[in-house]
């Protein structure tokens, strides 16, 4: 028998991007661990990707290409070759293309966060195809331009500071969920006596566990964090110096923020005044005893209409009591932006040939697939080429996603490892190979990390991964430019750009051997300021929000869907939904493992007793949330972990694994946020019902 390690990361959008090591026994993977040299993962791994093997030798693994023979959405298929399949789709796609390219959309996003497997070789196919552009913006980029407006880019404390600060506030996000290794350093602060801080509408399961928790409503952290900045000037709780030296806009932010008195913010975030007060006195108070004083800001607060200023907002703390003095104090949203990732060498924009293509928004899928030709739109899309994603249970405004994707003269191709709710809806489904199946490296968002990914095991059947289908199409396309020939090693070792100075010495075949190495960034990237804006400085005032239509001061723009900004549709719905992910899947990844859906159960609703008893609705009894938009049902669990005026339902579903076919997104909407472009999952009102049988 032989057996070998093998070292491979782990591709799942997930800040933490774990180092695996996969062991091996004659060409069979029999386990997964957690790397335990690897400082942040240090041999742990979530029990999600402890599953890895079993969903990778899930008896429903897709091993053959697919045609469908059912109904759009019904999952009824036969196998067919590889060169039956690719026919077929060279054929559709061609006469498409020669009217118009634009006609066909990629539609992808981090089912993988390989630079290989995620955009290389897919963008050279699309690029040369002339296809239309995605914006890829159904997760982070509010919240990303938000902090570059301020911060000037995705950089900030490193995840390996923050047991050594003193306070920690974890805004919008749970990471014992979702960022597991983050939460294993803030355990490690609290135990040398650090306080910790949830801003989180829901008592989530990190909630829970922190000191404290302020629980406002959804959508109000913009206003919180300007009635933060009010009681910090007002008490003087500031570090003059650090503001004089690197910050710009001082004067006007302390003018806006005069308006926004402790009375003001409590009523505006459904809170109360000694909670506003007090957390800007533990905030500025802990900074000017010289301790250093870490924001965690996530995606919760983002995912509202001003999501964006939202994070634009909390990002101007650390620079006004001085927190990024010190390694560990300062504001962590995301560490991608400190790696120099070429994706210029690896996704080829030179393939368009001078080609503007048009944009489609992931995010308004729904309408847009149901749109007909017009000068503004362009043409109608015809073809959807979907791969590393799950549109029809992630996007938002289902019913719609649904209606476009049921079109009978839309042509379909799904790249999968399963039948996924989107799967069943493709003309013809490929089989992907998994993260122990193919190369990759990886860049990750919550550590400084550069990760390789070593395949383990043959693909099984005959899945091939994304990059090889890729290739097999452009062949088939008749794109003979030697782009399409380059291999997944070859791919890989152009993963970073070795003239940035902030890889120290990026070396693939050094990479492959060791799994991993770290950026060369400073402990405390603004110690001294030298931030990557325009004006080198943290900007309170931003010419470029003002030179981009927005307002150039912190600001707090109210949700869509609330009682204060739409009391006519708050009457009939009058409940706040949010739809954070469950601990046990990863967006709709996962929701097919048995053991791990045992664990969430079944969809579930939690409401507050006092919004229950007024509906007549009991603990563990069947619940219809309902809006303009659509209906799912879920089990009520009758709890205060949600506020009241809140439910919660912890997703994503897949449609197909739930007793009605239906989720979350059914109530959601297709609105975009205030900047990024971004879905407003979070910005939903509804009204809830007891299910009578
Ligand atoms: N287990 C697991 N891990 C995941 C994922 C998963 O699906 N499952 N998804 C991955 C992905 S794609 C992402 S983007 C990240 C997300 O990472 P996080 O942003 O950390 O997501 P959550 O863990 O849901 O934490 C969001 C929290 O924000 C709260 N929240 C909702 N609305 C608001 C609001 O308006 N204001 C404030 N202050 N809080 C609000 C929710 O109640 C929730 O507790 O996690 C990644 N990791
Ligand atoms: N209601 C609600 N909706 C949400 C959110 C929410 O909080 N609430 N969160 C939103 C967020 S933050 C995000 S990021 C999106 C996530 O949306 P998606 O990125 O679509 O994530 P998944 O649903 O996990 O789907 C990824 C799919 O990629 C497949 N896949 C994985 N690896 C490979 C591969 O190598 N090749 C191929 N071909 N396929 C592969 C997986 O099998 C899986 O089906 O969902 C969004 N939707
Ligand atoms: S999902 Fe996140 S925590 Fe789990 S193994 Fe992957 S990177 Fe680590
Ligand atoms: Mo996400």
């Known amino acids: 028998m032989t057996k070998t390690l093998v070292r491979a990361a782990c591709p799942h959008d997930c800040p933490d991007t774990c180092a695996i090591l996969v062991t091996v026994e004659d060409g069979v993977a029999t386990e997964v661990k957690g790397d335990p040299d690897h400082p942040t993962t240090a041999g742990v791994l979530c029990t999600k990707v402890s599953r890895y093997i079993d969903r990778t030798y899930h008896p429903d693994r897709l091993l053959t290409p697919l045609r469908r023979v059912g109904r759009k959405g019904e999952g009824k298929f036969v196998p067919i070759s590889w060169d039956d399949a690719l026919d077929e789709i060279a054929a559709r796609l061609k006469p498409i293309a020669a009217r118009d390219p634009q006609a066909i959309l990629p539609y992808s996003y981090c089912g993988t966060m390989g630079l290989v497997q995620g955009e290389a070789m ?68 609290k135990r040398r006596g650090a306080t910790l801080i949830a801003i989180d509408p829901y008592r989530s399961l990190t909630a829970e566990k922190c000191h404290q928790h302020i629980a406002l409503m959804p959508g109000t952290d913009a206003a919180l964090a300007l009635g933060m900045m009010h009681v910090l000037v007002k008490e003087q709780l500031l570090d003059h110096d650090y503001i004089e030296r690197h910050t710009i806009g001082f004067a006007q932010l302390k003018d806006r923020v005069a308006e926004w008195t402790p009375e003001r913010t409590a009523a505006t975030c459904g809170i109360t005044v000694e909670e506003v007060v007090g957390l800007a006195r533990t905030y500025g108070r802990t900074a000017q005893q010289g301790e250093p004083v870490a924001i965690r800001v996530n995606y919760g607060v983002q995912r509202v209409r001003g999501g964006g200023m939202a994070v634009r907002n909390i990002a101007c703390l650390p620079a006004l009591v001085g927190a990024w003095r010190h390694a560990a104090g300062g504001i962590q949203l995301s560490t991608s932006g400190s790696f120099p990732a070429d994706k210029v060498a690896l996704q080829r924009p030179d393939l368009l040939r001078g080609k503007l293509p048009r944009t489609i928004n992931m995010n308004t899928i729904g309408d847009d697939l149901q749109r007909e030709a017009s000068p503004d739109f362009g043409p109608k899309i015809e073809a959807v080429i979907v791969y590393n994603a799950n549109p029809l249970a992630i996007a938002p405004d289902s019913v719609q996603v649904q209606r476009g994707f049921e079109r009978e003269d839309l042509f379909t191709v799904v790249l999968e490892h399963f039948l996924t709710d989107t799967a069943d809806y493709a003309d013809i489904v490929l089989p992907a190979t998994t993260q122990l199946e193919h190369v990759d490296a990886h860049l990750s968002y919550g550590h400084l990390y550069m990760m390789a990914n070593n395949a383990a095991i043959a693909p099984l059947g005959a899945s091939k991964p994304n990059t090889e289908i890729f290739r097999l199409l452009a062949q088939r396309m008749g794109f003979d430019d030697p782009a399409f020939r380059e291999t997944d090693e070859e791919l890989a070792a152009k993963a970073f750009n070795n003239k940035d100075v902030r890889a120290i010495h990026f070396d693939w075949e050094s990479l492959k051997r ?23 400085k943290c900007e309170f005032y931003s010419s470029t929000m003002l030179a981009d239509g927005l307002d ?142």
Request: aromatic content about 10%.
């Open 122 to 189: 897919a963008m050279r196919f699309f690029n040369r195809l002339g296809a239309s552009f995605l914006d890829r913006t159904v997760c982070a980029t509010a919240g990303f331009t938000g902090y570059k407006y301020t911060i000037g880019g995705s950089i900030g404390t490193d995840t390996e500071q923050f047991q050594d600060a003193r306070l920690i506030l974890v805004w919008g996000g749970n990471p014992i969920a979702s960022n597991l290794h983050l939460w294993t350093r803030l355990q490690e602060a």
């Open 514 to 536: 060791t799994g991993w190495q770290k950026l060369n960034m400073p402990a405390a990237p603004f110690a001294e300021g030298g931030f990557p804006t325009p004006s080198g």
């Open 552 to 693: 150039p001061l912190p600001a707090y723009i109210p949700n869509y869907e609330s009682a204060a900004s739409s009391p006519a549709l708050a009457a009939r719905y009058p409940l706040a939904m949010i739809s954070p992910p469950a601990r046990n899947f990863l967006n709709s990844t996962f929701v097919n493992v048995q053991s791990l859906r045992a664990t969430e159960g079944e969809p579930h609703l939690d409401i507050h007793p006092e919004d229950a008893a007024a509906r007549g609705i009991a603990d563990k009894e069947m619940v219809r949330i309902f809006n303009d938009r659509g209906a799912f049902v879920a089990r009520a669990r009758v709890t205060a972990r949600a506020r009241a005026g809140l439910v919660v339902g912890l997703s994503i579903w897949w449609k197909k694994l739930a007793s009605d076919g239906k989720n979350a997104n059914e109530v959601t909407s297709q609105r975009l946020t205030d900047m990024g472009r971004a879905p407003t999952f979070y910005d939903t009102l509804v009204q809830v019902e007891k299910v009578v049988a």
